[in-house]
């Protein structure tokens, strides 16, 4: 049995439009996660990456479907269960600072998972793990002092790396973590993900449209195109031979770190539905 396990879910919203038609931004997908492996969801913008990543969290409600952890189903779980099962499961989000309360210092943002999960620590061991959180990330224990606002962008997204783990949690959601960075400090950011998986025994499903970054940090690669799975193989495979058009389209839009290298994109010629989604917005 697989850490997490989505089967057949659909995820509808609303139309932008007056009386347009809704948008399905999740049509029938299913993935499963294993303990401490790195699943990537690939796709273009409004592909519907970022829709899965909160509903498997159950961030979001899903129309139909079912999301399982460790064989649990999390749709059956009422408020109060689910609020206890999210301390095994977790999320690290796209821009750093808009994540994070800019009136809260940086101790108190780490705190609060604790404060939810395990009420039953005292201030000083949750003071404790807090500091230990803040060194796993690669931060100073004085830097709990601090606010949001006082950090650089890369300082700020390992903080939001320190509040996922501090309640040690077995799965984590990365939804874009680094695409908001600079080159240098996005490096380093993904070596600290690698670092933290290897050592807490971390399974990751890392959001990304950033190709280079998914080849390097996973295991297995989801290729989504307007909210389905069009082809799931492990990620060196993927990338040696993509068997669909539209992964070919993706993989072929990469760009070569040697200026030298000829760029050879290849068009996918899509469907009915592109003109559909796009016109709403998705």
Known sequence: MSLVEVHDVHKTFPSRQRGG?????????????????????????????????????????????????DGKDL??????????????????FQE????????????????EPLQIHRPDLGTAET?????????????PADAATRLPGELSGGQQQRVGVARAIVSRPRFVVLDEPTSSLDLSIRAQILALL?????????????????????EWVSDRVAVMYLGRFVETRPTAEL???????????LLSARLSADPREKHAYKAFPGDEDVVAVRAEGA
């Open 239 to 249: 990338f040696a031979d993509p068997h669909h058009a539209y992964s070919k389209t």
């Open 96 to 111: 750093p600072f808009e994540s994070l309360n800019p009136r809260m210092s940086i101790g108190a943002i780490v705190a």
């Open 21 to 69: 038609d809704p948008v399905h931004a999740l049509r029938g997908v299913s993935l499963t996660v294993d303990e401490g492996e790195t699943l990537a969801i690939i796709g273009e913008s409004g592909s519907g990456k970022s829709t899965l990543g909160r509903a498997v969290l159950r961030l979001l409600d899903v129309d139909s479907g079912t999301v399982s952890f």
């Open 127 to 139: 003071r404790r793990q807090v500091r230990d959180a803040l060194h796993r990330v690669g931060l």
């Open 194 to 214: 690698a670092e933290l998986q290897e050592d807490l025994g971390l399974a990751y499903l890392f959001v990304s449209h950033d190709m280079h970054t998914v």
């Open 75 to 92: 749709g059956a779980m009422d408020r109060k269960q689910l609020r206890a099962q999210r301390a095994e499961m977790q999320i690290v």
